[in-house]
C-alpha cells in the first residue's frame, strides 16, 4: 500500500487554517521530465517569425503557442498545432487539423513556441485518489486519452495542479484511462515538470 499526503494552509482574516489529508492506494506513477527552453518570436500572418536561426523546428512537428495575455497578463496557449512550413526564422501553420485551447493572439503578439513532448502513462482517472503536478516555471500539461483532453493544466512555479478524493471537487480525469501528457515550455529557460499521483489498482 502507498500512502501520500496533501497538506495545505489558509491563512483568512487574521485566523490560520491548517489541513492534512493522507490518501492510501496501491498504485502509484510519478514523472519527471525536464524540458528544454521554448523558442521566443512573434505572430506573423502566417504563423510565427522573428525565431533564432538554428530553432530546430521542422514541418509536420506538433507545437504549442503561449503568450501572456496583453490585458490581464494571464498565460494563454494554443495547444497542438501542426507545423506546415519550416524556414530558417520562422514557420507557419493553420488550423488543419484545429488546435485547441486559446484562440491565437493578434499579429505581433510576443509568444514563445515549443515543440510538444509526449510522455507515456497509464491510469485510469476513476481510480485516482491523490494527483499533484508543478513546474519550474510556466508551461502546460495536457492530460489526454487516446481521443481526447481530460485536462490541459497551465503550470507555472508556484502554481500546482492537483486533485484529491473525497472532497467536493468535479474529477476531470474520469472516462477513458489517460495515455499519454503532452508536455511543452512556456519560458526562454529549461522548466522541469513533475508529477506524482496514487491509484486504487486493485479492484
Excluded at 521566443?40 to 530546430?56: C, P, R
Excluded at 468535479?170 to 508529477?195: E, H, K, W
Aim: glycine share 10%.
Amino acid at each position: 500500500m502507498q500512502t501520500g499526503y496533501f497538506n495545505a494552509q489558509a491563512v483568512v482574516a487574521g485566523l490560520t487554517f491548517n489541513i492534512s489529508a493522507p490518501r492510501e492506494a496501491e498504485g502509484q506513477v510519478s514523472h519527471v521530465v525536464v524540458l528544454a527552453p521554448g523558442i521566443a518570436g512573434a505572430i506573423s500572418a502566417a504563423g510565427v517569425d522573428g525565431l533564432v536561426e538554428g530553432h530546430g523546428i521542422q514541418q509536420g512537428d506538433k507545437i504549442d503557442v503561449h503568450w501572456s495575455d496583453p490585458s490581464s497578463g494571464d498565460h494563454k496557449c494554443r495547444r497542438g498545432l501542426v507545423v506546415d512550413t519550416a524556414e530558417t526564422t520562422s514557420i507557419e501553420f493553420d488550423e488543419s487539423p484545429a488546435g485547441e485551447g486559446d484562440a491565437l493572439p493578434d499579429e505581433d503578439t510576443a509568444v514563445v513556441v515549443d515543440v510538444q513532448t509526449e510522455v507515456a502513462t497509464s491510469w485510469d482517472g476513476d481510480d485516482l485518489e491523490l494527483l499533484v503536478c508543478g513546474a519550474t516555471g510556466r508551461m502546460m500539461a495536457d492530460f489526454r486519452t487516446a481521443v481526447e483532453s481530460k485536462n490541459a493544466a497551465k503550470l507555472a512555479s508556484g502554481v500546482l495542479s492537483w486533485w484529491l478524493s473525497d472532497i467536493s471537487m468535479t474529477n476531470p480525469y474520469t472516462g477513458d484511462p489517460i495515455t499519454v501528457i503532452r508536455l511543452s515550455n512556456g519560458s526562454v529557460a529549461a522548466v522541469t515538470f513533475n508529477c506524482g499521483l496514487l491509484y486504487q489498482s486493485v479492484s
